[in-house]
């Protein structure tokens, strides 16, 4: 193929758009000549997970991270036994992943996914009386050695299983999170009694998108229905940018996009097709940050942290990882394969050679 083809295999993963809102509507005029639809380009099989191995695990380490609310890590974190999805840092991991038979209406050829809902959010045996949320992690960083540059065109889709109204837990607001972590650059004031100027210093944020529920039982809500906010606009406010009615709970498809220029592109759609122009919903510089690299795509399950209430029953399937310009990537993990089958011989075979007789 010669780069010309390259080039046009590129842009076919590419969604040309003029004045669209986030509704889908002639409204606005987006900085970018391009937004890359989420699923396009080379599938990272490295990356993400699709739940099919009959003995999937989750090590949870106990007690659970929560650096952001009283600085503990507690390390080691927890870990699935592949490898591929861990806990976070910041908030611990959530307290139920359990791989389950496919709920009816998922992925062609799927037979399991992974139901996702949390207890005990929040610090460790504390009880706020408020809505926290854990983290699931799907590594990219952790599992290639290296973050991804948005020049590549990175992007992440998995399919959620919103369940019928009446298991959501009964409260109004958001209970799950579908995000990605970003890294860009910012100028920081030196300090000092005598600085002057400013330095580079990398800035880490967590943009994405968050199911919101909406209760009937709460005041002024009629019926019971969802809503999808995403997080978040050059202020890093949330904002709504689609209604789910009930009629519609079950599978749904969420895409976020990066693109070359540092914007961060949002779609979803009802069911588990590909991800199309029809389904774009915004595209927004998070924060007022440009993105330069792709560091993690992660999960957040909310509950009230009261010690009883446990988060809805989401069900996630076959959260993945594409890349555009995927060259770079997949050399890297073919890489990382033959070292990771190499030290595998050498493990087996010391365990062969300390079982012989002598």
């Not at 380009?41 to 952001?68: C, M, N, V």
């Not at 976070?88 to 050829?109: F, K, N, S, W, Y």
């Not at 065109?153 to 019928?164: A, F, G, H, M």
């Not at 097709?273 to 560091?295: K, M």
Request: negative net charge; hydrophobic residues 35%.
């Amino acid at each position: 193929m010669n780069c010309f083809s390259v080039r046009l295999v590129a842009l076919a993963g590419l969604l040309s758009v003029g004045f669209l809102d986030s509704f889908g509507s002639a409204a606005e005029a987006f900085p970018s000549a391009f937004v890359p639809v989420p699923g396009r380009g080379q599938k990272i099989d490295y990356l993400g997970d699709i739940f099919e191995d009959e003995d999937w695990t989750f090590f949870h380490a106990h007690p659970k991270s929560s650096r952001e609310e009283d600085g503990m890590a507690r390390g080691p974190l927890g870990r699935s036994a592949n490898g591929r999805l861990q806990e976070g840092p910041e908030r611990g991991q959530p307290d139920m992943l359990e791989v389950i038979r496919t709920p009816a209406g998922g992925l062609p050829g799927s037979r399991h996914a992974l139901l996702v809902r949390t207890l005990h959010s929040g610090v460790p045996g504390t009880y706020s009386l408020a809505v926290q949320q854990d983290d699931l992690i799907c590594g990219i960083t952790t599992r290639l050695g290296t973050q991804i540059p948005v020049r590549e065109i990175p992007s992440c889709v998995v399919r959620v299983w919103l369940p019928p109204a009446a298991e959501w837990e009964n409260r109004s607001g958001p209970h799950f999170g579908i995000r990605v972590g970003l890294r860009t650059t910012t100028m920081e004031p030196n300090r000092g009694l005598f600085a002057v100027g400013s330095s580079p210093v990398v800035e880490p944020y967590w943009p994405g998108m968050w199911i919101h529920f909406r209760s009937e039982t709460s005041k002024g809500v009629e019926a019971d229905s969802a809503l999808i906010k995403v997080r978040g606009d050059r202020r890093g406010i949330d904002f709504r940018v689609k209604d789910i009615p009930a009629e519609q709970f079950g599978w749904w498809t969420f895409g976020i996009s990066l693109s070359a220029d540092g914007q961060v592109h949002y779609f979803a759609s009802p069911g588990v097709d590909d991800l199309t122009p029809a389904d774009y919903l915004t595209s927004q510089y998070p924060y007022g940050f440009q993105a330069e690299r792709l560091n993690s795509f992660f999960f957040n399950a909310c509950n009230l942290n009261d010690g009883h209430s446990w988060s809805t029953p989401f069900v996630l399937d076959d959260p993945a990882v594409y890349i555009v310009d995927s060259a770079r990537v997949e050399n890297l993990v073919e890489r990382r394969e033959a070292y990771e089958s190499r030290r595998q011989q050498k493990r087996s075979a010391r365990q062969g050679a300390s079982g012989s007789v002598r």
